[in-house]
């Protein structure tokens, strides 16, 4: 793959809501393009999902912009890869930073398709036409409020949802759920916010939970492992997981039952299906989460889900659950509680340039051949 040039495109879509967690609010979702041409004029286009503050993870957008530009681009131009899953060895050299890494990754996935007249779909051992998906809920002002919201999604046709919960605002919305959506597939997501706060997440363990998200600390293993051997409700790890070495660590101190795997935290599709991979070894339940992708990261996504391994409803929502608008031509639509997954070239959905003049900056090119 002989690159000619790579641009990156800030963009801004904003939500049809804000967007609680015990993080803070979301109003808009910033990310960029990463848009990478060719000698032959085929298109790759990865998507940067990093948020602009360090509160999911250590990584900003902002950090991730400075290296891609000094240090990924200048390694990617400056070799010939004869295929995408080449590029996680050639970035081992840079730690860290995979969100950084992922989106010139899945970009030259979808450029590597692209050229081979296929789509991203193809290089996955099995690949479903629907999936079905859940939907994940932050934190409302009111119990009342909160259902009328579930109950939308609810006859959408959301098969699961995932609450945003904190001390203080757990178990009461919790309960309310489940009272009124008794055979809804419940779970919560803490975000790290109960250190400290055992007997909190002790009382939530009656309730019927699928599982629950990240109680504790980024990197506390051990304390999820010791959690979990007092909890019935199944415990699941995200911000932990960053590689396929992870995996192995958290099997041996029991430290969860399942993974939410979400492609940009773990550096790009190739450790993705690593991760997959060590998930089965280990018997760990693994779905796929999402961070508030547009539709190029959404149908990756999707695409990667398809996959029979993925049994679990992830957090791949319709585009018009968080935003009014996107910046493909082909949006992911639900119907029947399930979205399609797109099977054309590469990730299978082509920009839409109004769309993308309205909610993006001009391009910056990062590089170009002479």
Request: proline share 5%.
């Amino acid at each position: 793959m002989q690159i000619k040039k790579i641009e990156s495109i800030a963009c801004r879509l904003p939500l049809r809501q804000p967007f609680v967690t015990s993080y803070g609010q979301l109003t808009e979702k910033a990310f960029d393009l990463i848009r990478i041409t060719a000698d032959d004029g085929t298109v790759g286009i990865g998507e940067l999902v990093a948020f602009e503050q360090p509160d999911y993870i250590e990584e900003t957008i902002f950090s991730a912009r400075h290296v891609i530009k000094q240090q990924l681009v200048p390694m990617v131009t400056g070799t010939n890869l004869d295929h995408p899953n080449k590029v996680s060895e050639l970035f081992s050299s840079v730690q860290g930073n995979t969100m950084a890494k992922s989106a010139v990754e899945t970009a030259m996935w979808d450029l590597y398709a692209k050229q081979s007249g296929c789509s991203v779909l193809d290089f996955y051992p099995s690949a479903r036409e629907q999936i079905a998906v859940g939907v994940s809920v932050g934190m409302q002002p009111t119990t009342d409020r909160l259902l009328a919201q579930v109950g939308q999604y609810a006859a959408q046709g959301y098969q699961r949802i995932k609450l945003k919960i904190k001390p203080g605002c757990d178990r009461v919305p919790l309960a309310a759920i489940r009272e009124n959506f008794p055979d809804l597939m419940l779970m919560a997501d803490a975000n790290g916010a109960y250190v400290g706060q055992e007997d909190a997440l002790l009382a939530l363990d009656d309730l019927g939970l699928i599982m629950i998200e990240q109680p504790l600390n980024v990197r506390d293993l051990t304390g999820h492992g010791a959690l979990q051997k007092k909890m019935r409700t199944p415990l699941c790890l995200d911000e932990d997981i960053r590689c396929v070495e992870d995996i192995a660590t958290v099997a041996a101190l029991g430290s969860c039952q399942a993974i939410n795997l979400k492609i940009p935290r773990v550096g790009g599709i190739t450790e993705a299906q690593k991760i997959v991979a060590a998930c089965a070894k280990n018997g760990l339940t693994v779905w796929l989460g999402g961070m508030f992708e547009s539709g190029v990261g959404r149908a990756m996504n999707l695409q990667f889900a398809s996959q029979e391994i993925f049994q679990f409803p992830g957090d791949l929502s319709a585009a018009d659950r968080y935003y009014f608008d996107d910046i493909v031509q082909q949006p992911a639509v639900l119907e029947n509680g399930q979205l399609t997954v797109p099977k054309g070239l590469g990730f299978g959905v082509m920009l839409d340039e109004n769309k993308l003049i309205k909610y993006g900056d001009m391009p910056q090119v990062l590089f170009q051949k002479k």
